[in-house]
């Protein structure tokens, strides 16, 4: 492999180059033991108990952002999909599409962050793939990942238990990692404190559980941001959510370039937060266990499940007055009025 | 029409513009259409340029406004000018 | 300047006292209040501070003709799209003007009237990009020496001061702007004179007043309408609204300037000598309401190269079909942005015209008093919450 730098067509032909990469790269950054064995596929133990699966494909501009990269966001956001259905991660698949000429050194990064990133969460990469586009026909790297979680039996997380007089929990600070990276896009180029929140979660909502075991409803922040989890949580249902925007913890990046690019911060996008709705007489337990858990130091209550409006998500501003909160249509995009 | 909010001179630079923070950050903003502008001034900005400058004066008489003309029924009750001096 | 805090016209001890004061104001009438503000900016700040739901049943804030989205005229929208889809083109425009339909037919994608946008033509290859500022464009011009720059120059005279500033001083010959800018003070002045008009108060623009100053509003008390400048930050919203009330309760309308720290009467001087120097005013369009004289801005003299209808005249004389309705068939835009008429008064708002699937251009702009309503939820009923 070290013989090029840059990705050529042939290491996706599935010859030698292609071994050469999942050997020297992918099977020796990884060390997994199903890996190294380079089956077509890795046979696993099953511990028993139900399983949950889940698929997420990434790509980002730029791929290194500040607090991140792409490699870090591929297994932080499936480890973060798994766990919020109170399942423990244990495996990750990850298939590559590369795009010809991409430097191998950059490629190596990203993946050695991958590692760095399952290590943080305890997890293990044990089966992957690679393809190689033509020049042009990919932006740089797209990754897959896919993973398997066990969830531990008596678990009731879904919108279906969730009930008026529930409290809705953040785990800490709204919309870093859009705001985060829209400060890196082309022409904009600022250099903040403001850092992505990129993260494994599956620590964080471990500890949560352990304290409160009957959350009712568990989502991680993503694209959409607080907006769309709100939404999600209430749509269709007889129950609406209340946020009270002046409770949701903001860096004070993200409300100064929001404010300045005019875009709403409870619409921005996370990748290692988590929103979850708890039953009253947990509400202290699972806050106090976000606050012990490095992940949530700024967790916070920042709302609550109300009757009515049905199906819908409102926010109760610092004034005492209310508005709708949409669900999120677009990308977010600077404005001018 | 026009989103603009103020922000704080750091410093000035070539071609008409200055610094402002923003956050932890830093922005260019063009300064060509303000007079005398000065590291600390406030300026209101507007899809990088800025608008106008807030003068301390005008900033003080436009709260003395809000608080004396708005919330008294005469313009010239001493309370209320008591008030706004808080 | 130590003390000026820009985050007191934010606090909600002088909110909470203000509500109460147009409170008190609201008891001396028996008739329905009328407000209209024209800026879009007030609608989308009333919008996110929920300011409505702060008012009394008897004060109404309506939006006026004050979103520069809403009112370009689609042969702008058009012209971008010609050019965006020629090869030689970068198109470059502020993120707000990219998905609003013009009078181009999108056949066979969605059903109804729909029209062509710059995001359609984005999705058919065309290079657009969206810009934060107008030196961000000629930015893009410098560093893209082989390609046509074009930006699309929407807005009022706020924005419009930035490129008149920008040519002055020289921008690059690839460099070249559709001409789509507004000029708000003739179009309010056609308000009070339409048949149905019946607002009590204006709330007139913040930041292009910065610019234009106040005094060209002066004879719009003479229609007893009353007036008040505002800002933006929810004190400064309701510091206009209260205004305008007491101008009405004292039978006194005049023209007050509530946002003084920005707005001096006669405007930003040195903005307006650029602006003149490199525009001229002229008749202009505006979307499904009339053409209005003088209420644009056109390049003069040597500052013509920058345009595209020069630059490009040649494609531009060859366009593409075109709708001869402006606004898509049943959109009631025009009547909503003068005032005659509400969101829920048309037929397809929330129906067949969502966010997501704007079918006129109200339902595009996060100004839009249309979009304003879907997603702040400002129907006629405030939103009762039982816990
Ligand atoms: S809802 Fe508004 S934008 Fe949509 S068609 Fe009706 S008037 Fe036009």
Redesign the interface.
């Known amino acids: 492999m070290s013989r090029y730098e840059r990705i050529r067509m042939s290491h996706g032909s599935g010859g030698k180059l292609t071994l050469e990469l999942i050997e020297d790269l992918f099977a020796a950054t990884f060390a997994s033991a199903p890996l190294k064995e380079l089956c077509d596929a890795a046979v696993l133990d099953n511990p028993g108990g139900r399983l949950a699966f889940a698929t997420d494909s990434h790509s980002i501009k730029p791929l290194f952002f500040p607090g991140g990269d792409i490699g870090r966001l591929a297994v932080a956001g499936t480890v973060n999909d798994l766990s919020v259905m109170g399942a423990k991660p244990v495996y990750l698949s990850s298939a590559f599409i590369l795009e010809e000429g991409f430097p191998i050194a950059e490629l190596t990064k990203i993946v050695r962050s991958m590692k760095a990133t399952a290590d943080e969460a305890g997890i293990e990469i044990v089966t992957g793939d690679t393809k190689v586009v033509e020049k042009g026909k990919g932006d740089g790297i797209f990754i897959n990942t896919t993973g398997l979680g066990f969830i531990p039996d008596g678990l009731k997380i879904g919108p279906q238990h969730v009930r008026p007089g529930d409290v809705l929990l953040v785990s800490g600070s709204i919309g870093d990692h859009g705001i985060a990276v829209m400060s890196q896009r082309e022409g904009f180029e600022i250099t903040l404190e403001l850092k992505s929140d990129v993260a494994p979660l599956n620590g964080l909502i471990e500890t949560v559980l352990a304290a409160a075991p009957n959350i009712r409803f568990m989502r991680d922040v993503t694209r959409g941001g607080l907006a769309a989890v709100a939404n999600e949580m209430v749509m269709r249902k007889p129950f609406g959510v209340r946020i009270f925007d002046a409770k949701v913890p903001l860096h004070h990046d993200v409300v100064e370039y929001s404010e300045m690019l005019g875009i709403d911060p409870l619409l921005s996008a996370n990748e290692g937060k988590v929103v979850l709705a708890a039953p009253p007489n947990e509400v202290e337990a699972a806050l106090a266990a976000m606050h012990s858990h490095p992940l949530g130091q700024q967790a916070a209550i920042v709302g609550d499940v109300v009757k009515k409006p049905e199906g819908r998500a409102i926010v109760e501003t610092a004034y005492g007055s209310r508005r709708m909160l949409e669900m999120p249509i677009e990308e977010q995009l600077p404005r001018i009025c | 029409?026009?989103?603009?909010?103020?922000y704080q001179v750091i410093d000035l630079q070539e071609?008409?513009s200055c610094r402002i923070r923003?956050?932890?950050?830093?922005?260019n903003c063009?300064i060509?259409?303000?007079?005398s502008v000065k590291p600390?001034?406030?300026l209101?900005v507007?899809?990088?340029?800025a608008?106008?400058k807030?003068?301390?004066e005008?900033?003080?008489?436009?709260?003395e406004?809000?608080n004396r003309?708005?919330?008294a029924k005469d313009p010239a009750d001493k309370d209320a000018k008591a008030e706004s001096s808080e | 300047m130590k003390n000026f805090s820009p985050d007191i016209y934010k606090d909600p001890t002088l909110v909470a006292r203000l509500k109460q004061r147009i409170a008190e104001l609201a008891q001396e009438f028996k008739e329905p209040v009328k407000i209209m503000h024209i800026c879009g900016t007030h609608e989308h700040e009333m919008g996110r501070y929920g300011l409505r739901d702060l008012l009394p049943d008897n004060v109404e804030v309506l939006a006026g003709p004050g979103c520069p989205v809403c009112v370009c005229d689609t042969e702008y929208i058009d012209q971008a799209i010609q050019l965006a889809l020629s090869p030689e083109v970068i198109l470059t425009s502020f993120g707000d003007m990219l998905a609003v339909p013009g009078s181009i037919p999108l056949k066979g994608e969605r059903k109804g009237d729909v029209r062509m946008s710059l995001l359609d033509a984005k999705a058919r290859g065309g290079d657009v990009r969206a810009v934060y500022s107008v030196f961000d464009a000629a930015k893009l011009a410098q560093a893209n020496p082989k390609k046509q720059v074009v930006f699309f120059s929407a807005g009022f005279e706020t924005t419009v001061v930035a490129v008149a500033a920008l040519l002055k001083r020289g921008a690059p010959d690839n460099f070249f702007i559709i001409e789509a800018n507004y000029f708000t003070p003739p179009a309010t002045h056609l308000l009070p004179e339409l048949e149905g008009f019946d607002v009590n108060g204006f709330l007139l623009p913040g930041h292009a007043s910065a610019i234009t100053g106040i005094r060209i509003y002066e004879h719009l008390p003479d229609y007893g309408i009353a007036c008040a400048s505002a800002g933006f930050d929810p004190v400064d919203v309701l510091a206009g609204i209260a205004s305008v009330l007491r101008q009405l309760v004292e039978n006194k309308p005049g023209l007050e300037n509530t946002y003084g720290r920005v707005i001096q009467y006669d405007g930003n001087r040195k903005a307006l000598a650029e602006l003149d120097e490199v525009f001229a005013r002229s008749s202009k369009r505006w979307r499904g309401i009339a053409d209005i004289p003088e209420s644009g801005f056109q390049l003069k003299g040597k500052y013509r190269r920058y345009s595209t209808e020069e630059r490009f005249a040649e494609v531009l004389a060859d366009p593409p079909e075109r709708s001869v309705n402006e606004h898509p068939k049943g959109c009631r835009c025009a009547e909503i942005t003068l005032g005659l008429a509400r969101p829920d008064d048309c037929p397809v708002f929330d129906k067949l015209c969502t966010p997501d699937n704007p079918y006129g251009p109200c339902m595009v702009s996060h100004e839009g008093t249309c979009r304003a309503w879907y997603i702040y939820g400002m129907g006629k009923e405030r939103i009762h919450v039982e816990v």
């Open positions: 029409m026009c989103l603009a909010i103020p071609n008409d923003v956050g932890s950050g830093v922005q063009f060509g259409l303000i007079d600390g001034d406030w209101v507007h899809a990088g340029f608008v106008e807030i003068s301390p005008d900033a003080r008489e436009n709260l406004l809000i003309y708005i919330f």
